[in-house]
């Protein structure tokens, strides 16, 4: 059992974790320390301080009996308390009211003992106190607050309103950085698709402008490579049809009586493994992603496959932004390829929540299960049963997975229900796109 398997996974979230948590703790804890020391002690001292007054006033009642209510008018003035005398009483009665001040209590029971005394509280806060004296019951009312604290709640609420505007302001904050990671995650995942965004600049805190102009570096460095290998294979393949062409003039040119069939049929192939070279290097590079039917672009890549075998198409509507050409040629040489080895081809467009996938099977010999990863190698070719009298340069599982890894998505193959293969194309459907990036915001 592990502490992160009850956390949050995103990072917004883990950094508002971060923040409540600790604030929570610092309230609690700062509240309960209020309460149980500042405002405990001084509730103490203001009890003490009204037990101690009361004991001077009935001690100086006992010596100076003519004096009381001298005493009880300076007192009264003041606004200390207010005070009244009840001769020859021994039998003390309940104020009306209700009890509070246990720390009054304790003051009381420590300054007066087992002298007779009550106190309760009343609703317009004020309190009265009753004690038997010696000559007779004293009576002394006084506001609340005299005894205990009674804004200690305004601190909790002030502690509150701070702790949620600082919440709010790191939240704030917090927002900003997360909202320049998922810009670059965007912006990785987009230029990983083969999508300009010309709005992206790096921002947020100094880690993430590193990794983000780390990532335009990588993303220049892989453009350069990709421009100088489209450029070399484009050379080679024109240098290479010259003289294809040249000889494809001669034999057209040769005696009737010459078999030319075989050699042209060769010149041909060539040819067609010039284009497959070429498609290869150049992975449609220049294709911009375009939002488009998932379906319509199965329907037509699949085509030529349907004339050659019986093809079962099932799709269903999946708009979502692609590379139309590049994806078409994928499905087609995934489609072909099956139509090659197999009578009965079948593909399936589906899609869930956050993919899409395109499964071509069909009801060839297949590919041992321990072949599957060679199979996505350049120029390879596998197993005879599956090459037999079948044309090709071996680049036709390559160019599906890189073009699939293009849209963010992979290939993947398997044993098929039909007794055959089964090529499956996942592609991610998209991401919500961060504001500010790549549009303008409102």
């Not at 003051?107 to 007779?136: A, K, N, S, V």
């Not at 293009?406 to 039909?418: I, P, Q, Y």
Request: glycine share 6%; aromatic share 8%.
């Amino acid at each position: 059992m592990r502490l992160r398997d009850y956390t949050p996974r995103g990072y917004n979230a883990r950094n508002i974790l971060i923040l409540i948590v600790p604030m929570i703790v610092f309230v609690v804890s700062m509240t309960l320390f209020f309460f149980y020391t500042h405002v405990e002690q001084v509730n103490a001292k203001l009890s003490r301080a009204v037990a101690e007054e009361l004991a001077f006033v009935i001690d100086h009642h006992e010596e100076h009996p003519d004096q009381f209510d001298d005493m009880a008018r300076s007192i009264s003035a003041s606004g200390l308390m207010s005070l009244s005398f009840t001769p020859d009483v021994k039998e003390l009665t309940p104020p009306p009211g209700n009890e509070c001040c246990d720390q009054l209590r304790d003051e009381m029971r420590i300054r007066f003992g087992d002298q007779p005394w009550l106190f309760r509280y009343l609703p317009d806060d004020l309190l009265t106190i009753r004690i038997i004296g010696p000559r007779g019951m004293y009576e002394a009312r006084m506001d609340r607050k005299r005894v205990i604290i009674i804004t200690a709640h305004i601190f909790i609420v002030w502690t509150v309103a701070f702790s949620v505007l600082l919440l709010l302001t790191s939240y704030l904050f917090l927002r900003n950085q997360v909202r320049s990671i998922l810009q670059l995650s965007w912006a990785a995942d987009a230029f990983g698709r083969g999508e300009d965004v010309p709005n992206f600049k790096p921002s947020g805190a100094i880690e993430v402008r590193k990794a983000a102009r780390s990532l335009l570096r990588m993303r220049n460095r892989i453009r350069r490579y990709a421009d100088q290998r489209t450029a070399m294979l484009a050379g080679v393949s024109h240098d290479l049809r010259t003289p294809l062409s040249r000889l494809k003039l001669e034999l057209a040119l040769a005696p009737n009586d010459f078999d030319t069939a075989p050699a042209k049929n060769d010149i041909l192939e060539m040819e067609r493994m010039l284009d497959g070279y070429l498609a290869f290097a150049r992975g449609e590079e220049g294709e911009q992603p375009l939002q488009s039917d998932l379906a319509s672009v199965t329907r037509e890549a699949v085509a030529a496959a349907a004339a050659r075998s019986q093809l079962e198409l099932t799709a269903t509507p999946v708009p979502m932004r692609l590379r139309p050409l590049a994806l078409k040629r994928a499905i087609s040489n995934l489609a072909n390829n099956a139509a090659d080895y197999g009578k009965h081809v079948r593909v399936t467009v589906s899609a869930t929540a956050n993919e899409a996938a395109i499964v071509v099977e069909d009801d060839g010999p297949g590919i041992p299960q321990e072949n599957f990863e060679d199979a996505f190698r350049p120029f390879s070719r596998l197993d005879a049963s599956r090459n037999q009298n079948v044309s090709g340069v071996g680049l036709g599982l390559t160019i599906a997975r890189d073009t699939a890894r293009a849209h963010g998505g992979d290939v993947t193959l398997g044993e098929s229900e039909m007794g055959g293969l089964r090529a499956t194309i996942r592609l991610p459907l998209d991401a919500e796109r961060p504001k500010g990036l790549g549009e303008e915001e409102d």
